[in-house]
T-cell receptor, first 115, second 113 residues
């Protein structure tokens, strides 16, 4: 069965420190890959997505993610975290060739930023 | 303003009552989705729609009904609310296949007593 795993439920980092959020997927082939962010009390917003080509993708707010086929991973990174990055982050996958538009989301990682 | 809106934003109801959550988008996106968000489960798809009058079940459809008579609206109805349906509900829309970005509404927080 297709699945997405975010191993870290909660992460705390100091402001200015680097960040890496992990995402692993289980799929028959390389899927479409997404990272979304949810600020408190709000809906989800797309940070970045990967379809093909360069395995390092850049997103909004200074985030980037790297696709590693051998590890079935799509980890999200930021070199220097800001207090405003405190939010919940979701990794998601979509099936290539599917016309349903459906995505499968991971359970989410809550990021806390210490001053 | 253009975008995707949900109403109500907050709702308290009692078990057994019927509740309808509204979702409206102004982009004329073909696809619309309903998710519920619960601690420890992330977002789970309830129903989705590829176009007006075309709907299909997602991962957790039991106890919910949807309709889509107009492209811009995608209401979600809980026919007889249960406590297990206490959750935050998100509506989303996209232009097409699963490579497209989904745009999310602000959510409806539902409490079933």
């Amino acid at each position: 069965a297709q699945s997405v795993t975010q191993p870290d439920i909660h992460i705390t980092v100091s402001e200015g420190a680097s960040l890496e959020l992990r995402c692993n997927y289980s799929y028959g082939a390389t899927p479409y890959l997404f990272w979304y962010v949810q600020s408190p009390g709000q809906g989800l917003q797309l940070l970045l997505k990967y379809f093909s080509g360069d395995t390092l993708v850049q997103g909004i707010k200074g985030f980037e993610a790297e696709f590693k086929r051998s590890q079935s991973s799509f980890n999200l990174r930021k070199p220097s975290v800001h207090w405003s990055d405190a939010a919940e982050y979701f990794c998601a996958v979509g099936a290539i060739g599917s016309n349903t538009g459906k995505l499968i989301f991971g359970q989410g990682t809550t990021l806390q930023v210490k001053p | 303003d253009a975008g995707i809106t949900q109403s109500p934003r907050y709702k308290i109801t009692e078990t057994g009552r019927q509740v309808t959550l509204m979702c409206h988008q102004t982009w004329s996106h073909s696809y619309m989705f309903w998710y519920r968000q619960d601690l420890g489960h992330g977002l789970r798809l309830i129903y989705y729609s590829a176009a007006a009058d075309i709907t299909d079940k997602g991962e957790v459809p039991d106890g919910y009904v949807v309709s889509r008579s107009k492209t811009e609206n995608f209401p979600l109805t809980l026919e007889s609310a249960t406590r297990s349906q206490t959750s935050v509900y998100f509506c989303a829309s996209s232009t097409g296949t699963s490579k497209e970005t989904q745009y999310f509404g602000p959510g409806t927080r539902l409490l079933v007593l």
